[in-house]
């Protein structure tokens, strides 16, 4: 029995890692089992940050469209989509923002302080559209009359403002539109190989797309533990890159590994020869069907277009009662 509707999307700002994938993406492939799912590429939430730049936006869209499937989302039981080919997104903005106050997208935590983040890198992000991040969060999630939305704790005041938005037009026109909940999504936090947060820009990251041999390489690069510098000498295994990892792909024997470690009786290198086969068998499945789904582009691109031609006509029918509503036609 379905538990009700979800709605989430990404932005297509670039190639996955390890992390994002444990973060967002498993736990969506958990949840199409017991929801109704509208998964969106958010491409023009893309623009919001990156709007200077647009020459990698088609192949960060197809990219993200292989990471998905090759994850295990079902374009058959969920909505797999790109954003702006359901134009209603942009209508249904357009129309919550003129009933918006202004002082409720500047309240917003995240608003100044991606402002002075982005700015240090160069980007100017003091635009209209920046500002206006939320409100379009807002259209993706009601346009779907989504009732359940899978966030993690950094994003609960922006589905606030959307509950709010929602509670505001329902009062103000005609009750048409749930008030989203959230789903907090608790992910394990997976460093980068050298200890610090994966991230690209670090140059850290085990992309989620990486071949067995590939991911191999990945975990020989790992940062252990500093002070152990002989194999006889005993580890510390909670400030061991390696051993982080374990605790996501080797539960069963942890608590072994840990005490191998620090009686000594394994070495670095060993350790790591266990972790890396341990994570190709994990990813295996992950990775056949990302070789399937390379060999075949125009299959994604038909994926693509059946899910918003589904999206488009829920999207159409939610327009047309808002257009009712607010006596627009």
């Not at 993690?152 to 989203?180: C, T, V, W």
Request: with cysteine; aromatic share 8%; charged share 25%.
């Amino acid at each position: 029995m379905v538990k009700g509707r979800i709605f989430s999307g990404m932005q297509p700002s670039g190639k996955f890692h390890l992390g994002n994938y444990l973060g967002a993406l498993e736990n969506w492939v958990k949840l199409q089992k017991d929801y109704e799912c509208f998964f969106s590429i958010v491409d023009w939430h893309a623009l919001t940050s990156s709007y200077e730049d647009t020459s990698k936006l088609q192949q960060n869209i197809f990219n993200m469209a292989l990471d998905w499937l090759s994850a295990g989302l079902d374009p058959e039981h969920n909505v797999i989509f790109v954003q702006s080919h359901v134009k209603e997104h942009a209508e249904l903005h357009l129309l919550l923002s003129m009933m918006t106050p202004l002082s409720w997208l500047e309240r917003v935590p995240t608003y100044k302080d991606k402002i002075q983040q982005l700015g240090n890198q160069g980007k100017d992000i003091n635009t209209y559209g920046f500002m206006g991040y939320p409100e379009l969060m807002t259209a993706d999630i009601l346009l779907y009359k989504a009732d359940t939305v899978p966030v993690g704790e950094d994003q609960l005041p922006h589905l606030e403002l959307s509950r709010e938005i929602a509670r505001r037009f329902n009062h103000m026109y005609k009750p048409i539109f749930p008030e989203p909940n959230s789903f907090l999504s608790k992910a394990p936090l997976l460093p980068g190989i050298d200890g610090r947060k994966m991230s690209k820009s670090y140059g850290n990251e085990i992309p989620f797309a990486a071949s067995p041999d590939e991911l191999r390489a990945k975990v020989r690069q790992m940062i252990t533990d500093p002070q152990r510098v002989k194999k006889s000498d005993p580890g510390n295994p909670d400030v061991c890159t390696v051993y982080t990892f374990h605790k996501i792909f080797s539960p069963d024997e942890l608590e072994s590994i840990g005490t191998a470690c620090r009686q000594a009786t394994i070495g670095c290198v060993e350790c790591k020869k266990r972790l890396a086969e341990r994570m190709v068998t994990a990813l295996a499945d992950i990775h056949t069907r990302r070789i399937a789904l390379e060999a075949n582009p125009g299959r994604v691109k038909e994926i693509l277009e059946y899910g918003a031609e589904r999206a488009r006509a829920v999207a159409a029918a939610t327009m047309a009662e808002v257009r009712q509503v607010m006596n627009l036609s």
